[in-house]
């Protein structure tokens, strides 16, 4: 079993792995990092989308041992002892949260482009929408959270 060192929402972790084991059930067996949800496991619904080393990627599809030396950062990293980060707040404020399960994996796309690019219009929040699927209604209330969130940046 190969021995990984990474860092977890800050926190460094040196674990062994199975050569086969999915970084989100890394994330969620072993470090009880429960907020990463497992949708599709083929990478289509992105419930299980984290950032790795600043890019959003889907940990269904990554082994634990592909984040050997990475960092990582999970849902769990948005929100402080001060409360929710102002994306959450949007999120809350739009009615984006839905049931919830999606959720994380919202948070954390809009979170990797909001770190690159601002998004200024609802074409550019549908587009970086895109990419996760949420099974509970339409996305107006998660186009205007996006919106909310860049103008607040």
């Known amino acids: 079993m190969p021995e ?3 860092t977890v929402n800050g926190e460094p972790h040196e674990e062994a ?36 080393d600043g890019a959003a990627v889907r940990s269904c599809l990554m082994l634990a041992a592909q984040a050997d030396g990475a960092e990582v950062e999970t849902v ?45 219009d609802a074409d550019q929040a549908r587009d970086v929408l895109s990419g996760n699927i949420c099974r509970c209604t339409g996305y107006r209330g998660l186009v205007q959270a996006v919106l909310d969130a860049g103008a607040a940046k």
């Open 17 to 52: 792995v199975d050569d086969r084991l999915t970084l989100a059930d890394f994330l969620r067996e072993r470090l009880r990092l429960t907020g990463t949800h497992l949708g599709c496991e083929h990478g289509v619904c992105g419930a299980c989308t984290v950032i790795v």
């Open 76 to 120: 769990e990293s948005l929100a402080d002892d001060h409360g929710l980060n102002p994306l959450q707040e949007a999120f809350k404020k739009h009615h984006a949260l839905q049931c919830g399960f999606c959720t994380p994996g919202f948070l954390m796309s809009v979170t990797a482009a909001l770190r690159e690019e601002p998004i200024e």
């Open 4 to 6: 990984i060192s990474v």
